[in-house]
């Protein structure tokens, strides 16, 4: 199995940004999706998920109402719109998929926020 994302880059505050996570390998629909970030000097922390049972989605709360999350089962696509971007929303996000069985990393990709 393996995810890739994409859509990462340079945005100033306030802005928005569309991020990509494409599965392959793996039966998308029977995955949840989530994405974790890690800043600088920092640990890596969720920032939301979208469960496959039941279509349910979580947010951190330094994300709520700013961030969603969504998933196009035929494209395998789960993206992350970022809304009202501030700093400390810098960080490499990385897409999860997760089953009973195993889970998938993907590389990262690079949202950098700056003024």
């Known amino acids: 199995a393996q995810v890739v994302e994409s859509g990462g880059g340079l945005v100033q505050t306030g802005g928005s940004l569309r991020l990509s996570c494409t599965a392959s390998?793996?039966?998308?629909?029977?995955?949840?999706m989530a994405w974790f970030r890690q800043g600088p000097g920092k640990e890596r922390e969720f920032v939301a998920s979208?469960?496959?049972?039941?279509?349910?989605?979580y947010y951190a709360d330094s994300v709520k109402g700013r961030f969603t999350i969504s998933r196009d089962i035929a494209k395998n696509t789960v993206y992350l719109q970022m809304n009202n971007l501030r700093l400390e929303d810098t960080a490499v996000y990385y897409c999860?998929?997760?089953?009973?069985?195993?889970?998938?990393w993907g590389q990262g990709t690079q949202v950098t926020v700056s003024t």
């Open positions: 979208h469960v496959h049972k039941d279509g349910s989605t």
């Open positions: 999860n998929a997760i089953s009973d069985y195993d889970t998938s």
């Open positions: 390998g793996l039966t998308f629909n029977q995955y949840t």
